[in-house]
């Protein structure tokens, strides 16, 4: 039975948007140093918390979610010196048993950068915080970031865009939509993050805005592969005009990426 320590810790985590996976021995057999119903909170980094026996095998689970951060339910069966590995995981522990351990995902942050906080980086911002998505609004005007409503955004950010990219976080679970004031930033945003890692880039305006800024981009030496990931004009075409229209249509890509690619 884990401790109320446990399980304040795990909403901790969860409600500042780290990742975190929840690892559980739900079999052993023979000689184990692992008790069935252990569980063990394992962010991607710092302090774990909870018990799975120590030793070896505690180790190796810790080390097995922050190198592959699996994205779906694991079930490994650890060899603890049974010498009957068949499909176990073998390691130097000679206990003589062997336990299975659950690995179940309880957050993996989706956070989404919305450069530019006009109207419709609010609406979509408020939409995307409803649909569980980490909001940060970023914007070159400080009276704008000042009178945002707490609805929509979770983080929000001063930048002149100049160094935009110091202000995000690349990675696989990195969302990104451009749509800065009057779009006099947008291709200089783009510059910096179409090389980065990243899940979504997606860029508000219309067709012939679009393709002069491809063709600068082409100019400027960046591979077509590359161009042909960003998302614009963003958005599915649904005859969107108003700002909440807008930023449905460019949430249902969004969500149309997370859920079948």
């Keep these: 039975m884990q401790s109320n320590e446990y399980y304040q810790k795990l909403l901790e985590l969860t409600t ?9 021995i739900i079999h052993t057999d023979g000689s184990s140093p692992a008790r069935l119903g252990m569980k063990m909170l394992i962010p991607l980094s710092g302090a774990f918390y909870g018990n799975l026996g120590g030793g070896e095998m505690e180790h190796k689970i810790i080390e097995y979610v922050r190198q592959n951060q699996p994205a779906e339910p694991q079930l490994i069966t650890y060899d603890l010196g049974s010498g009957l590995l068949g499909e176990k995981t073998s390691t130097s522990m000679i206990c003589g048993g062997s336990a299975t351990v659950f690995i179940d ?8 950068y919305i450069i530019g906080a006009g109207h419709c980086g609010k609406a979509l911002g408020q939409l995307a915080k409803l649909s569980g998505f980490w909001v940060h609004l970023i914007d070159n005007r400080e009276n704008i970031l000042a009178e945002l409503p707490a609805a929509c955004f979770h983080q929000k950010k001063y930048s002149d865009f100049s160094q935009i990219s ?48 491809f063709a600068v981009l082409r100019k400027q030496g960046f591979d077509e592969a590359d161009i042909q990931k960003i998302h614009a004009p963003i958005g599915i075409k649904i005859g969107s005009q108003q700002p909440y229209e807008i930023a449905i249509s460019i949430m249902a890509e969004i969500i149309c990426e997370l859920r079948t690619k």
């Design 105 to 112: 995902v309880l957050h993996i942050p989706n956070n989404l």
């Design 166 to 213: 110091r202000e995000l976080t690349f990675g696989p679970h990195t969302w990104i939509v451009i749509m800065t004031h009057g779009h006099v930033h947008d291709q200089q945003v783009l510059q910096q993050c179409l090389r980065q890692e990243y899940r979504y880039l997606g860029m508000m305006g219309s067709q012939h805005k679009v393709a002069e800024t």
């Design 16 to 24: 500042t948007n780290q990742a975190l996976w929840q690892a559980s």
